[in-house]
């Protein structure tokens, strides 16, 4: 069965049993607590919490996921992959364990075909339900094992729902390894199926037993993950996951590049690699389409290191040109037609992979210099810290250190790096566990305060004003029951005027009066999906919870905050018609008259013609249309939506003209118009592939104007000539000063020259050449090297020694014949000025921070000379 068919009889299956299917969410996850999204039931979390009430409640999704955790396994394993497809049906306190179970056997027998004999199931240690239902549905007891917390207790690995699971397992047989069961052997027993039963909260943590559970959740949900690539492994009756029709195609094309056939599942590190370079491959692309791009840092590192292991697996294979632009473009072209974003994002996949793979070579290139010299330096040993320095640094693999160091006969000091490695990781979970804590202790007063509540009621779109209520003021310790004059809270309202940051957007401030009490609204933010959390200064009185309140936006900064963000759609819109689709946002700041817009490209842009195509496109004065929908209306409708933000089923659209639409929470203006004038301040690179551009809008704009506008005539006012005279003038100028100052040094060259035949003439003859030892007022230690140079080009075998006192410092110079080291003439006499000698040849340096002592110098110099001339 092809993997197109997997997917559709899973589809149809729970399409038919009332399940709403659900797209895919990016790989970029709304969720703060990931980097990415690594599980089906990441963008359903809301639901599972009780903080949204999903519109159904049952679902089925394939979900994009990407997980690192177990690289390692990956290419050693049969099964192991980094990107992969969850196939996943969903309950949101709707049906429980009995119908999950009793589905999962009916799919696996009867529309996959699965031999019921040879289908293992693992449940949690104390889960006695799971068992009996298991046994019920067809599976004897002896083929069902229970397992502890490590095994068949889910959670996401970071604080949020969790349960007891079951996991649905298929013997593939004596070749893949000893009987016994999942608990004894996870490459012959493989796990496809895990049914999560998600009842409960857990708390930070870390490892998978290190965590507490806090109690129960609003309702008992099923979460349920089915890998595709597994599945398909056994239905296509292949080895390996890279041997399936997903990575097939992409496995053919790394045999043809390295020239030789991929030898199977043989345990050869051949093998490995060959499975490391076609399956990294997915994932990068997969991970650069949905807005990843390479960093330092974050999930940018993580699409970085798989970029240099899939090179250096290539490298080993003996593949030396250009690798992942080829092999993303297999990906690609098998894949695209079920994702269409990586035919979409082609041309931004094959410049980030390019690009990286050419910084790679050079970083490989410095990396092995150092390595180099580790091993020069060496007699047994390379240290862990040079390791580690070439790993941190350098971004050098360890294993290709510990290679390098086998083949010169050392050995890598692999305790201290492993020491250095977790020393560094544990720094920096140590510098955020403070934060997660109070991150965590907070969401769960939000929830708290939404169950009693509700969400806020917005109501800012369409006025800056609202009477409300005040429902809750919290500091860093939780709820307050009053808050006097002078303290700092946060305030939670039952309506809201007050946008909260979200989109780039960033938040409203104003001021919010009560019968007792007046606060300034300093900032507003998302506590919750749909709860509004503003942060407040109490000005005067007291404020408490249950006061019927005043709310007011600052409305002048209000509408400067919209002029910036309809001017960041129209600027989005244009970069995309001047540069392609691939220019597309990847982060932006919005903020009252100025905008930050990051875009995927990778050159410089020239700003000038993307400031008049934003400005004549304003100027024409296109309407503002503001609309909602449905999620799929819209995609159909051509809306874009922007990776890593979070939309419901319902959204909402903005409309400029007819050169931009976008799925959009934030205000605008009215009419085009209103947003400019946009001026353009800056464009840079932040990133591989990735720039920025920084602008001003409406009145700042035309404050920036005003302001450049006097400074031009300011510098034509000291020209003494018009401003539109004085950038000719000014070149006219420079041109004329360039000419005296190449005039200038021409003639310091002569004096310099004249000096040094002056000098010569005055050598001390001795037995083996001429001696020049001079201490010289007033030169720079550049023209000092000069002039000795200089001299020694008149003495035919000679030495000049040469000293000067410059800021309150003393410095010497020798040039020499190429027969004498100049710099051990200095030694010794750069001890008498307290400082040191350096330079390696015929010509070295002194200096010291005792120039009294430059005429004793000199004279220790001369005689080290005479000596050697002698």
């Not at 917390?149 to 969790?162: A, I, L, R």
């Not at 004085?726 to 004096?751: F, G, S, V, Y």
């Not at 750069?830 to 009294?852: C, D, F, I, Q």
């Amino acid at each position: 069965m092809r993997s197109t068919d997997i997917r559709s009889t899973f589809l149809d299956f729970f399409q038919e049993r009332d399940h709403r299917v659900v797209p895919s969410s990016p790989l970029i996850p709304s969720d703060p607590t990931l980097l990415l999204t690594n599980a089906g039931m990441n963008q359903f979390k809301p639901y599972f919490l009780g903080e949204t009430a999903p519109d159904h409640s049952r679902a089925v999704s394939v979900q994009k996921c990407v997980r690192t955790s177990d690289i390692e396994n990956v290419g050693r394993t049969t099964r192991h992959s980094t990107f992969f497809e969850m196939l996943g049906n969903f309950s949101f306190g709707d049906y429980f364990k009995a119908e999950a179970i009793s589905w999962a056997w009916e799919l696996f027998t009867r529309h996959y075909d699965l031999d019921p004999e040879r289908i293992w199931v693992t449940v949690y240690l104390d889960d006695d339900e799971a068992e009996r239902l298991w046994r019920r549905a067809g599976v004897p007891s002896e083929r069902i094992q229970r397992l502890g917390m490590e095994d068949n207790y889910w959670s996401m690995g970071v604080p949020g729902p969790c349960g007891p699971s079951s996991e649905l397992h298929y013997d593939r047989g004596p070749a893949f390894g000893r009987e016994g069961g999942p608990a004894e052997n996870g490459e012959r027993y493989q796990e496809l199926w895990n049914l999560v039963f998600m009842q409960n909260l857990r708390g930070e943590g870390t490892g998978k037993t290190g965590y507490p559970v806090l109690g129960e959740l609003p309702a008992r949900n099923i979460d349920t993950g089915l890998g595709l690539d597994r599945l398909a492994t056994i239905l296509q009756g292949v080895d390996t996951v890279c041997e399936t029709d997903l990575l097939a195609p992409t496995l053919r094309l790394v045999q043809e590049m390295a020239g030789r056939e991929y030898p199977g599942r043989d345990g050869s590190e051949d093998s490995t690699s060959f499975r490391i370079v076609a399956e990294h491959s997915r994932s990068i692309a997969y991970l650069i389409a949905d807005g990843v791009l390479p960093a330092r840092d974050g999930r940018g590192y993580i699409l970085r290191r798989l970029m240099r292991r899939a090179i250096r697996h290539a490298r080993k294979l003996g593949i030396d040109d250009l690798t992942l632009p080829r092999l993303t473009s297999s990906v690609i072209g098998n894949l695209g037609e079920t994702w269409p974003e990586l035919t979409r994002q082609t041309t931004l996949i094959q410049q980030v992979v390019t690009a990286e793979e050419e910084n790679f070579e050079r970083t490989l290139r410095q990396g092995s210099q150092l390595l180099e010299s580790a091993i020069d330096g060496a007699t047994t040993t390379i240290p862990g810290r040079t390791a580690f320095v070439l790993h941190d640094t350098y971004g050098f693999p360890i294993d290709l250190t510990i290679d390098a160091a086998r083949s010169a006969g050392l050995t890598v000091d692999e305790n201290e790096f492993a020491n250095l490695l977790e020393g560094q990781r544990r720094q920096a979970q140590h510098a955020g566990r403070g934060h997660k804590n109070d991150t965590v202790a907070r969401q769960e007063t939000y929830r708290r305060i939404t169950a009693e509540h509700g969400t806020t009621d917005f109501v800012g779109y369409s006025s800056t004003t609202a009477e409300t209520t005040i429902l809750a003021l919290l500091d860093n310790t939780g709820p307050m029951p009053t808050a006097p004059e002078g303290t700092e809270i946060e305030v939670v309202l039952s309506r809201t005027p007050f946008y909260a940051e979200s989109g780039g957007q960033v938040g409203d401030t104003g001021t919010l009066r009560t019968s007792g009490a007046t606060l300034r609204i300093l900032d507003t933010h998302l506590g919750l999906d749909g709860l509004h959390v503003h942060t407040a200064r109490v000005l005067t009185g007291e404020a408490r919870p249950g006061d019927e309140a005043e709310a007011v936006v600052d409305a002048d900064r209000r509408a400067a905050t919209a002029r910036s963000h309809s001017a960041t759609h129209v600027l989005h819109a244009m970069l995309r018609r001047l540069l392609g689709d691939h220019a597309a946002q990847r982060g932006s700041r919005v903020e009252p008259g100025r905008l930050r817009f990051d875009f995927a490209h990778f050159s410089p842009v020239d700003p000038g013609p993307v400031q008049t195509l934003v400005n004549d496109y304003l100027l024409d004065d296109p309407d503002v249309r503001v609309w909602e929908t449905t999620r799929a209306n819209a995609e159909e409708a051509g809306a874009f939506a922007l990776f890593g933000e979070k939309y419901g089923d319902e959204v909402r659209i903005v409309d400029i003209g007819d050169a931009s639409r976008e799925l959009c929470g934030g205000t605008h203006v009215g009419h085009g118009s209103q947003a400019g004038p946009v001026h353009i301040v800056g464009e840079s690179s932040i990133g591989t592939g990735l720039r920025r551009i920084e602008a001003l809008t409406g009145a700042d704009a035309l404050h920036h104007y005003d302001h450049q506008q006097n400074l031009l005539h300011e510098l034509a006012k000291l020209l003494h000539t018009t401003p539109n005279e004085a950038p000719t003038r000014l070149q006219q100028r420079l041109e004329t000063l360039a000419a005296t100052q190449r005039h200038l040094e021409t003639l310091h060259q002569t004096e310099l020259e004249t000096h040094a035949k002056h000098l010569a003439s005055q050598a001390e003859p001795l037995p083996g050449g001429h001696l020049v030892a001079q201490l010289i007022p007033d030169q720079t230690p550049a023209d000092l090297r000069t002039i000795a140079t200089k001299t020694l080009t008149h003495l035919p075998n000679g030495i000049v020694i040469l000293g000067t006192e410059t800021n309150g410092k003393a410095a010497l110079v020798a040039a020499t014949n190429p027969n004498i080291q100049a710099r051990d003439l200095l030694t010794a006499a750069s001890r008498e000025v307290g400082g040191g000698a350096g330079g390696k040849g015929p010509v070295a340096n002194a200096g010291g921070r005792n120039p009294e002592n430059l005429p004793r110098a000199i004279h220790t110099a001369a005689t080290n000379a005479r000596e050697l001339l002698a």
